[in-house]
Every structure is written in structure tokens, then in C-alpha cells.
């Protein structure tokens, strides 16, 4: 799967995911603003309004003070890679994630998780290491991760961000960043008796998240995308390079980035 394909699974997920959230945020605001019965013979139709606005913004103000103090989330995306590692692999959906949250307060939050992802890469014709016809063929890549996460919830009802719509108020922004370790294995799947390799590397990724009030303080849908910095490494391994350049096919070595995009359904207390 080339970048260009691989980018438009990441817009159409996001697009899909926001419109779908939006509905949802749609759906308790208008519920939570008809709760209320409303006496036609002393209430203006301005006072009406009124009314139906203030509840709309306790709402809001209801969301920028969380009384939560824990959240698990269960989570599945994709995860992608750029540079010559993204030319190579062919990624495996879904990418699987589960991590834990705490909250200082409402805006602060630290939390462990661990994440999982599947790769594929076709080598098939001979290289350096594998000096034979059809090269080391199908290697299957299994990558654990490991973090320490930190988020900053954006307090949206202060600042430049009081003007903007509800429904951006509504979703709950915040900036995270991680320290990672990363656990990568190749199974040369046409090479039985060749063991894997397996080895270990550290990394930080930095991003944003959103996370859309199913019930407040207690059920959440969450997105988010980070950018990872990873020294896989294998990054600058000869395994793969082609003995005859001429030939084209290979790979001179497998650097690149991570990038990630994960929905979560989110449960808080």
C-alpha cells in the first residue's frame, strides 16, 4: 500500500469519526435543552432563547470541570510509517491499543498503555543477506509499544477559545506527549528456519486528541493522531539492499518515522 493510499485512509477515518461524533454531541445537547418544560404564559419567546442558551453553556462549563479522576481506554486505529520503512511495509488493520489515565485535575493527565500493530514486506529479489533467487521473499513485523503518556487538556472556555462554536467546545482538545519503547520482531515467513529477529528501541511521539462526551464524566469517544520519533534498529540495516543496483527493487535501508491514528471508547470515573 503506497503513502497516497495510506493518507487517504487516514482522512476518511477522520472524517468519518468527527461527523459521527458530531451527531452524538448533536443529539444529548438537544435532548439536555428539551428536558426542561417551558410556561407559555409567563415566559417570553426571548426569554426562551435565553434559557435554552444557558443550558447549553452549562453543558459546556459541565465538560471544562470534570469530576473524573481515572479513564481506561480501549482503542483501535492504524499505524503507518514514512521514508523507506513506509515504502516497504504493508500495514495490518486494525492497530489494537489499551491504556490507563490519571487525573490531577481536570485539565492534567498521565497514563501507561501499551499498543500493537502488524506489518508485512515483500523482498523478492536477491539482496546482501539473502543471496538467492527471490531474495528473503515475505517477512512478517510485529511491533509492541510501551509509554508513559502525558496530556494537557486545552480549557476551552477561557482565552481565544470561548469564541469559538459549541460544538469545538464541546469535544474536550488536548495536547499529549510520550515516552515509548518499542519492541519489533521479523518472522521470515518463506524462511522457516531462519530465526527472528527481535529487538528493542526507544522513542517519543507528540500529538492531540479530542474526546466526545457520550455521558459526562463517564463515557467518552476519543481520536488521536501522533507523530512518532523512533531509531528502530534495523534503520540502517544492509539486509535488504539489492546486489545489483541496476536491478531496482530492495531497500538501502529502512528509515522512517511512525504515525498513528486511534478511535478509543473511553470509560471514566
Do not use: C
Not at 508485512?120 to 521473499?137: E, H
Amino acid at each position: 500500500m503506497n503513502n497516497l493510499t495510506k493518507s487517504r485512509h487516514l482522512v476518511l477515518i477522520i472524517i468519518f469519526l468527527f461527523l459521527f461524533s458530531i451527531r452524538v454531541v448533536a443529539s444529548e445537547t438537544t435532548s439536555q435543552t428539551n428536558t426542561s418544560p417551558i410556561t407559555q404564559t409567563t415566559t417570553t419567546p426571548s426569554k426562551i432563547t435565553e434559557n435554552k442558551e444557558n443550558k447549553i453553556e452549562k453543558n459546556i462549563n459541565d465538560q471544562n470541570t470534570s469530576k473524573r479522576s481515572y479513564s481506561l481506554n480501549l482503542s483501535s486505529g492504524l499505524t503507518t510509517f514514512s521514508g523507506n520503512r513506509g515504502l516497504a511495509y504493508e500495514d495490518k488493520y486494525p492497530s489494537l491499543g489499551l491504556s490507563f489515565f490519571y487525573f490531577f485535575n481536570p485539565q492534567m493527565a498521565i497514563g501507561l498503555g501499551t499498543a500493537y500493530s502488524k506489518h508485512y514486506m515483500i523482498v523478492d529479489i536477491p539482496t546482501k543477506a539473502f543471496n538467492q533467487p527471490g531474495g528473503p521473499g515475505a517477512i512478517e513485523v510485529n511491533m509492541f509499544e510501551y509509554f508513559l503518556s502525558y496530556r494537557y487538556y486545552a480549557n476551552t472556555d477561557a482565552g481565544t477559545l470561548k469564541t469559538l462554536n459549541q460544538v469545538l467546545k464541546y469535544t474536550n482538545p488536548y495536547l499529549t506527549s510520550r515516552l515509548e519503547y518499542w519492541n519489533q520482531t521479523n518472522k521470515y515467513i518463506d524462511f522457516p528456519n531462519t530465526p527472528s529477529d527481535s529487538s528493542g528501541s526507544f522513542g517519543v511521539a507528540f500529538g492531540g486528541g479530542l474526546e466526545f462526551p457520550i455521558k459526562t464524566d463517564s463515557a467518552y469517544i476519543g481520536l488521536e493522531g501522533l507523530y512518532h520519533f523512533v531509531t528502530f534498529k534495523d534503520e540502517n540495516t544492509k539486509l535488504y539492499q539489492p546486489i545489483d543496483g541496476s536491478e531496482g527493487g530492495g531497500y538501502e535501508n529502512l528509515s522512517g518515522n511512525v504515525i498513528s491514528l486511534f478511535a478509543s471508547l473511553v470509560a471514566s470515573w
